[in-house]
Structures are given as structure tokens and as C-alpha cells.
């Protein structure tokens, strides 16, 4: 999702096909997206979310050099298990 008002992308990712799990396509497509959008002079932020307990997810922000920007305590249900929905960041002009 973009805000041309606020300057903010939006970000998330789905690969559907599981025997792809694991082989990098996602973070390929992750940090060349997260370039991309560095390069664009009406991006300021970049954002995205997940829950606490999706660690593909959690390395795909780390490995783009995102950082935490929030945190929602027990927003979910996984599991019959509360956990934080992490919300991450990253300014295009650092």
C-alpha cells in the first residue's frame, strides 16, 4: 500500500507455492523491493508488519535493515496463544 500524502510504502509478502519455502525467493524479492522503493523521491518510510512468531517474516525486515517501530501485546491468536503483532521501519533517507 502507498500514502503519496504521507510518504509511506507498505509492504507485505506472500509466497504460496510451500516447496519454495526456504530457497530466498522471498528475500530476493523483499530487498529489491525495499531498493526500489529507497530510490523513489515520494518515499520517506517503509513499513511492515508481523506476528511475533513469524520468524521468516522477522529475518526478511532484518535482512532489508528495517528496525522495530512498534508493537501491539497479545493483538493475535495463533494456536489458542496471544502473541505481539512487531511492526518495522526503515527511512529512505538514512
Keep these: 500500500y502507498f500514502s503519496e500524502r504521507e510518504g509511506i510504502a507498505d509492504l507485505g509478502i506472500l509466497l504460496g507455492d510451500k516447496e519454495s519455502a ?7 524479492c523483499w530487498c529489491a523491493t525495499i531498493e526500489w522503493l529507497k530510490n ?3 518515499v520517506r518510510k517503509i513499513t511492515a508488519g508481523t ?26 491468536i495463533i494456536k489458542e496463544h496471544p502473541v505481539d503483532v512487531l511492526y518495522f521501519a526503515l527511512f529512505s533517507d538514512v
Design 22 to 28: 526456504g530457497k530466498g525467493f522471498g528475500k530476493d
Design 40 to 42: 523513489q523521491d515520494n
Design 51 to 76: 506476528v511475533s512468531v513469524n520468524e521468516p517474516m522477522l529475518a526478511l525486515m532484518r535482512a532489508a535493515d528495517m528496525l522495530e517501530d512498534g508493537r501491539r501485546r497479545k493483538q493475535q
